[in-house]
């Protein structure tokens, strides 16, 4: 999981926008356990590719999860 982060965020300096780099690094952080780092992640992925809904989903469900 390290290497995949590793991967993503270097993938993410060289393309900020990428929201696939986004949006699996944000699956890879709350893999490891690093929600809030995720949920950032899934919202600027949300941001970038408005239309992907597997992104959009992942974000609200675990900005729920966190608010409760």
């Known amino acids: 999981m390290d290497r995949a ?3 993503y965020r270097q993938a993410i300096r060289l393309k ?6 986004h949006g699996n690094w944000g699956f890879a952080l709350e893999a490891k356990g690093e929600k ?3 949920l950032v992640e899934y919202q600027k992925a949300s941001e970038l590719d408005s239309g992907n809904e597997k ?3 992942a974000y ?3 900005s729920k999860e966190l608010k409760q």
């Open 16 to 21: 900020p926008d990428y929201a696939f780099a």
């Open 5 to 7: 982060i590793g991967e």
């Open 60 to 62: 609200e469900r675990l």
């Open 36 to 38: 809030q780092a995720a």
């Open 55 to 57: 992104f959009r989903t």
